[in-house]
């Protein structure tokens, strides 16, 4: 009785394909390295630090690039080499199958049928399964247990990649294994990074990539069989409307920006966003041109807070149409490129935002994380003038856990509003030397959450040009919302209209002469951004986001 088996060796015709590549790769890296070593030793600069400058990239960057180089090179090398003693390989099996022997003869020294396809898959079938069926399964049987075998050697890595075509092999959809594959990637460069003295991470920062990378792994069985979009980044988003308003106004200080950004996230309350707007099915983003008092032109650009449904609801976690789900505060506080970052993108090319200009920018809550990891970017926030690139003088947040985020040019200034909580003395209490406290105004936890830009190693991110203004949260006023939404909404909204010392318009309007890092921004903002001499000339909502998968 013969034996049915399937092996599916390596496909060398894609081996030498992938060698080649390697090898490309290599040679690029040193054209890159060649081109670059002389620009290092050119530039302009003298000093401790300018030798501090060179030495690092002596060290680590051209020596790193030419040791990748070697290595990838010697992979190329390893690769061929085995493409080749493949190809014996199946010459033996094929000569087996003819009856001659050879290496993959059966039990009695007599092969069964065998084939090959060219492609390293050698295969005696079972005469009681038609072709048809056990063609793919035997398929996907011998990728997966090739995946066993990269794994031993090469890692997760390969694992993700071989379950991956397995799960092709077998029609189903590998979109959540290269989900994963790519938020595991991004754990491991955060880590190696540590490893390698290249980079610490923040708490926060490392804490999220591991969340992402879990939930990833958690969700691709389910992936294989149906489009969740739960994690997915989807930062292909999509411009549904511009609307302007008609008539203006222009911002004064510092409070009617934090009423101009939250506008922009409700519906009706600027008169433009008609139409059934519920703010789960896309997201708005306003971008207001304003003629300073110079006749120079600028730009501030409010980016939304989280939107959407709330946090239980799986669709606020990547299906839904709003890319200001809470998988973007995730994605962001990962330093990854998030949805709601291109959100903001789209909606500045599309309202004409020209290269290098001067942006402000406005956010409350996720709305200043996105502000800053996207002034974080080197190829955002740049002078340059090139395409996408512009120059983020300020951002100017409330309730945001932005510590653990620097942006890429140093006179690029960021204040961000966080709310203490007030302590009273509670009363005496029999058997006590003393009263203890209580807080009777409760704080915003939601700034807190960067850990006030704490590293894993115990060191804390400091950039100068990055700070907060801590207010004392509000007193309630009003019994119509809770404590703890006082403390993050940005303007609390009541029967009565605006509650004129709630949320934090209530305390930034009460504390921007006395505050000394409010009263410094709204003097850098005056007469650029706000105030007299200043007037809006466009004022643009942007109704932006991802398709909705509901």
Known sequence: MSHALAFRGMDTRRARAHGDRLRSASEDLAELRGRLDPVVARVGWVGPDADVLRARWSDLASARLTQLGTELLA???????????????????????????GPLSGHDGHGDRGATDGSGYLTRDDPRLPGWLEEPFEGAASDLAGVVSDAIGWGVDQALEGAGWAAGRLGLDSDGLEQAHRDGDALGGLLEDWATGERVPTIAELGASTLLAAGSAAIAPAELVTDTGLLDPRTDVTVHGVREILHPSTPQDLADLIV??????????????????????????????????????????????????PIWDPQAWGPQGNSAGWD?????????????????????????????????????????????????????????????????????????????????????????????????PTPQVAGFPSPGYAPIHIADPVPRLDLDGHRVDGSRVAAPNVRDAWLDAPQQTHGESSQITNAHESVLRTSRGIDPTGGYYGSVRGSTDSNPVLARLQADLEGRYVGEGVVVVSDQVVEVGREDMR
């Open 75 to 101: 992979l190329s090398g390893m690769l061929m080499a085995e493409a080749a003693r493949q190809d014996a390989a199946s010459a033996a099996g094929v000569a087996e199958a003819a009856g001659r022997p």
């Open 260 to 309: 101009a950004n939250d506008e922009a996230r409700r519906s009706g309350v600027v008169g433009v966003a008609a139409g059934g707007y519920d703010g789960t099915s896309s997201g708005q983003v306003r971008i207001q041109t304003v003629r300073a008092a110079d006749g120079g032109e600028a730009y501030i650009v409010h980016a939304p807070p989280t939107g959407g449904e």
């Open 328 to 424: 973007s505060n995730l994605r962001s506080m990962a330093g990854q490129e998030s949805a709601a970052m291109a959100d903001v993108r789209a909606a500045m090319e599309a309202t004409g935002v020209p290269p290098g200009a001067d942006v402000l920018f406005v956010g409350h809550s996720q709305g200043g994380l996105t502000a800053a990891q996207l002034a974080a970017d080197p190829a955002f926030n740049s002078t340059s003038g090139r395409l996408g690139s512009y120059d983020v003088t300020h951002i100017f947040s409330v309730g945001s856990p932005v510590e653990t985020v620097v942006p890429a040019q140093g006179r690029t200034e960021v204040v961000n509003v966080a709310h203490n909580p007030v302590w009273a």
